[in-house]
């Protein structure tokens, strides 16, 4: 089987010039600059679309590093990170994986999801983490050590955690970790304005219905909604989109399947619009 077939890294190289837009929540870039500086790996930890895949992105752009983006999924072996030998007109090559490819290069490997991933991809992850920071590959005999700008970036939500699904304490004490979560309203407005185009009283607004959604998490909703939806809903307004189905198509429908539910958040819409 071809393995590259169900792993599809993105692979962005930008300058500082062209970071994508990322407003800061706290000391967030100092903290990953000094571990980038140090050669220290970092795991971000926070609920879905909160903007940690933003901040990496803005901050390999700040850097001058190029960027491998993993989404992580139960499927995802060492094998699809580190690489295989494949066919190719009839000869067997050896052709590297993601993070192969970052920790020869220098870049900073982004391993979106990383409790999702088989259990043998933590193995991999264990000596790049340490001081070696090598990269054994055991199909071809190597053993790599990471080029200097090598940084391993990876993230998970704690939400999702369960006992199977779980970050182990040998793998997580190799990071230095960073919590996010949804930005203080303030910002959040000026996110969501920024990436929407849409005039933040506005946006003002679908945040503050945001948050009471959010504080409906644990009860009848398993997540709260994300900035993404937010931005959603706005981008959909701002393209001339009624506000309410909008706000049904994005900040709704995306976070229940019940009707009951859905009834019960439309009916804080309804106090907020
Ligand atoms: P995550 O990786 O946490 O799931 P993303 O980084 O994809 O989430 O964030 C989702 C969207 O939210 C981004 O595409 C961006 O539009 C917006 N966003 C969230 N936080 C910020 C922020 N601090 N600065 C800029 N954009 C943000």
């Known amino acids: 089987m071809d393995g590259s077939m169900n792993i599809n890294p993105s692979e962005q190289e930008l300058g500082a010039a062209d970071a994508p837009f990322y407003l800061p929540q706290d000391d967030e870039i100092?903290?990953?600059?000094?571990?980038?500086?140090?050669?220290?790996?970092?795991?971000?930890?926070?609920?879905?679309g909160c903007g940690k895949t933003r901040f990496v992105t803005h901050m390999a752009a700040q850097l001058g590093r190029p960027l491998y983006t993993v989404a992580c999924h139960d499927d995802l072996s060492a094998a699809d990170l580190i690489g295989r030998y494949l066919l190719k007109g009839g000869e067997t090559v050896w052709v590297d994986g993601p993070l192969t490819r970052a920790v020869r290069e220098g870049a900073i490997c982004y391993l979106d999801e990383v409790v999702e991933a088989r259990k043998d991809v933590t193995v991999v992850l264990h000596p790049l983490t340490d001081d070696r920071r090598i990269l054994p590959i055991d199909r071809t005999g190597e053993e790599l050590e990471a080029a200097p700008g090598f940084m391993l970036v990876a993230s998970y939500n704690p939400g999702y955690q369960n006992i199977l699904k779980t970050l182990k304490p040998s793998t997580r004490q190799r990071f230095v970790s960073l919590e996010f979560d949804f930005p203080a309203p303030g910002l959040e407005t000026r996110v969501v304005a920024q990436e929407s185009g849409l005039d933040p009283d506005r946006c003002a607004a679908l945040v503050r219905l945001a948050g009471k959604l959010r504080a409906l998490k644990g009860q009848d909703l398993e997540e709260g909604v994300s900035t993404r939806l937010v931005v959603y809903a706005a981008t959909l307004i701002a393209q001339g989109m009624s506000t309410d189905r909008a706000i049904l198509a994005a900040m709704v429908e995306p976070l229940t399947d019940d009707e009951d539910t859905k009834r019960g958040l439309l009916d804080l819409v309804a106090a907020i619009f």
Do not use: E, I, W
Not at 30 to 44: G, I
């Open 30 to 48: 100092d903290v990953f600059a000094a571990a980038y500086t140090n050669r220290l790996p970092v795991l971000l930890k926070g609920p879905t």
